[in-house]
């Protein structure tokens, strides 16, 4: 009788984690391994050295495997190995609860892909929302990359990024010429881990000696000097105020030396305004407030076309014509700012293991069906003092190093 008792008692569920060693530290894993434990789970790292089945049971994964996917990509057998495991494991275990899917991070991995993705969307197609005009550059061919601008619409000045939009590649500036790289999107990816992390402002057709393929060129838009980072942490999303790139005159393009720079140094959370982000007096525009209607509009069509948990978008606001534009969409970002992310994301992933009631699997809840996750969400705004939500009309002009929060209410 006491057997049958205990055999009712549920177990503890097991929360499987994998992050790369850097992304660790940024993520405080002692940190969520004590909030797994006050929610009566277990964190358990994943161990790419063993296979899954060795380390089950796995009632929720959370993770950033975009590095180990990257190096899937591009020919690492060990990495394949691993991400291989991994999908099989899931296929296995529908009602695991992973957070995120990876055929939805995969999406994200190339940052062409992504910029069409998010092209052929309702909000941009509706003008809600909007994306510099971009080309794919495979050449360092002068009139190549000329054609294929103007194909493209794209203008001087425009941001030369690389092609890999996630992990140690995804911001250098690579010297190797286009033959040794070729047109293979994530070839060779292991060997630039240890270098410069760099973009690079390109101003006119002297600078085109220094695009980089293969790699993506984006028309810049002066924006006021200023970034707004949305992050996205289940059915929430916070808007961060960064530094970003100052504004540059038409008259400066036609001698202007192309100039490189690391995107972590000019909008993380721990970067002060530069020289390359502070306006000349003269030349100071205040950019226009954010639009948080076209937020709202925007995390449900994302979350539509992704079926993500955890990701950021990176949007400015033209100086000129107010138009708000979609610059980049980031795997589970470092959510610098935002309170409590770690408690947000396990509230969520502990709603979703509880059992179902109405038929519907944990695999769909998960990202397979069309149901959203994220809802429309109401406009409130906190500091970093000052984590209560409380209504507020439309965003307006605050400290650039503000945060603005915004919760889920119910659906209509």
Not at 117 to 127: E, P, Y
Not at 134 to 152: P, V
Not at 266 to 274: A, E, P, T, V, Y
Not at 372 to 378: H, R
Request: with cysteine; aromatic share 6%.
């Amino acid at each position: 009788m006491r057997s049958r008792v205990s055999n009712m008692v549920p177990r503890r569920k097991f929360i499987g984690c994998w992050f790369s060693a850097k992304k660790k530290k940024k993520v405080n894993l002692e940190k969520l391994r004590a909030i797994v434990e006050s929610h009566g789970a277990i964190l358990k790292e994943i161990d790419f050295s063993k296979t899954m089945k060795a380390q089950e049971p796995f009632d929720a994964i959370i993770h950033k495997m975009t590095d180990r996917m990257i190096e899937a990509m591009s020919g690492n057998k060990r990495a394949e190995k691993n991400i291989k495991d991994v999908e099989n494991y899931l296929e296995n275990h529908p009602n695991t609860v992973v957070v995120d899917p990876l055929p939805s991070i995969r999406k994200l991995l190339d940052r062409h892909e992504t910029y069409k993705l998010i092209k052929g969307t309702k909000l941009c197609l509706n003008g809600t929302l909007h994306i510099p005009t971009f080309a794919y550059i495979t050449s360092r061919n002068e009139a190549d990359i000329l054609e294929q601008m103007r194909a493209n619409s794209v203008e001087f000045p425009f941001v030369c990024k690389k092609s890999v939009a996630h992990g140690s590649a995804s911001h250098k500036h690579n010297t190797r010429t286009s033959t040794s790289y070729g047109n293979q999107k994530f070839a060779e990816f292991s060997q630039y881990q240890d270098m410069n992390r760099q973009m690079s402002i390109i101003f006119n057709k002297e600078g085109l000696k220094d695009v980089d393929p293969p790699c993506v060129a984006q028309t810049f838009i002066n924006h006021g000097a200023l970034l707004y980072k949305i992050y996205v942490i289940a059915d929430k999303y916070h808007v961060v105020q960064r530094p970003s790139l100052r504004d540059f005159s038409k008259d400066s393009l036609k001698d202007h030396k192309t100039i490189f720079f690391n995107s972590h140094d000019i909008s993380s959370g721990d970067s002060s305004r530069s020289k390359l982000t502070t306006p000349d007096e003269e030349d100071v525009q205040i950019a226009p407030p954010l639009e948080t209607s076209a937020i709202d509009a925007m995390t449900k069509e994302l979350h539509n076309e992704l079926h993500m948990t955890m990701y950021g978008v990176d949007i400015i606001a033209s100086i000129e014509t107010g138009k708000q534009y979609i610059i980049d969409v980031n795997v589970f970002p470092g959510y610098d700012g935002v309170p409590d992310f770690l408690d947000t994301l396990m509230n969520h992933v502990m709603k979703k293991l509880e059992p179902q009631t109405n038929g519907i699997s944990a695999r769909k809840q998960n990202g397979s069906a069309k149901t959203a996750l994220i809802k429309p969400l109401m406009k409130t705004r906190s500091n970093n003092n000052d984590t209560n939500c409380h209504e507020e009309p439309p965003l307006k002009k605050s400290s650039r190093n503000g945060v603005i929060s915004a919760k889920n209410k119910q659906a209509r």
